[in-house]
């Protein structure tokens, strides 16, 4: 089960505050729930957990496993929602090192030079044996003109036609039902297609075939995955008091002043999901001058680098940890005998303890520091939980961006950068 813990964010609002933090979030899930508030077009990322397409999961699972029975190397080239939720995913459920099946490498997601170059030289190098690494490419992208993933794409396409006699076979699109750039090279070239869904924006689409796929080929149970997802609709649908009072909680401490939302672990398994929360969050809520800053936060590391600023800095932040009860593996720390590191007090206790003990120490010195501490906590890290646990960020955001008076499903201000940057650039236009 995916539990929130408001005891350390509770104290530092008043229970009026908070009793009208809730009704307004009792109201706005209505708004979802009748689609009656700002962008019901977008709602589809809940319709497709209400009625859930098994054929298209067996679809997606069939490939996955043909995929990794063949690829060396998978490719995901998106940006955005169109990478980030299959990297939470797969980051937080794959090994650290090694691992069976493919490896799994994203392009597409930035613009750097260097960093196509070179992948574009690691993909050439034959393996040990000789021979050419077998590669396949998941482009993602609803208009297929993204310029990162549109520029990458281009490139590994078209060494994928010089180097495979076959290529349409290494090539999977994922894209509009209709219309665009990408649907045209699709037609032209025979490429395999998933659609994203009309009514689901990218930032709401790791359920979709957007994630799922990568998701198959690096070995995980989609299937666990999306009814993870489903339960917590169908229980939240009946029951919403906790992710209301998460909604609520955010709320009510955003409108005394709290500008920035720290997303915090110590579990660095669970770094790519924080990253997955913040353009979630970020894009959902940051309209018309409102919304708080999402912040991403590896600990214990970064309580070495930004740590003095949380601590004592201005209090403007609130810190909301991702903890993980049930560990999937440790290590145990055994004594020794001269004892020189001094550290036999630890002796015969594990990793999880101690960094369990070093997020509870956190927490107790941020919120005497005044910084309110909300927790979510997975029961374990499998696929239930996380598909569970995907659902309930959705929801809570859209619930909180509604409290608000915005939209949470457009991103108008995205459009800003790109307008100035292709006019740099002497894009016809612009």
Known sequence: MIRFDFEHAHS?????????????????????????????????????LAQPNDALLSEIDGLATAIRQEADVFIVCGIGGSYLGAKAVIDALCPFFGGKGPEILYAGHHMSGRYLSELMEYLKTPKADGTT?????????????????????????????????????????TTSATGGALNKIIDANGYK???????????????????????????????????????????????PDALLTYAATRLALYEQGKMMDMIASFEPELSGMGGWMQQLYGESEGKNGKGMFPVLLGYSTDLH???????EGQ???IETFLVVDKPGKTVTVAAEEDDADGLNYLSGKDFHYINGKAYLGTREAHVEGGVPCLSIHFEKLDEEHIGRFIYLCEIAIAVYVYCLNENPFDQPGVEAYKKAMFRLLGKPGF
Request: glycine letters at 8%.
């Open 133 to 173: 690494k077998k590669v396949f490419v998941n482009v993602i992208s609803k208009s297929g003109t993204t310029t990162e993933t549109a520029l990458a794409f281009r490139v590994i396409r078209s060494w994928i036609h010089e180097t495979f006699e076959q290529p349409e076979k290494h090539i999977i699109c």
């Open 305 to 311: 680098s930004v740590g003095q600023m949380v601590q």
């Open 315 to 317: 209090r403007n932040m």
């Open 12 to 48: 530092f609002v008043s229970d009026d505050a908070l009793s009208s933090a809730k009704k307004r979030a009792e109201e706005s899930f209505k708004q979802v729930q009748t689609q009656t508030g700002p962008g019901p077009e977008w709602l589809g990322w809940r319709s497709i």
């Open 193 to 239: 297609k998933f659609v994203l869904p009309d009514d689901v924006g990218g930032r709401f689409s790791v359920l979709t075939p957007v994630g799922l796929l990568p998701i198959a080929v690096a070995g995980i149970d989609i299937r666990a995955l999306f009814y993870g997802a489903v339960s917590a609709f169908n229980e939240t649908e009946q029951s």
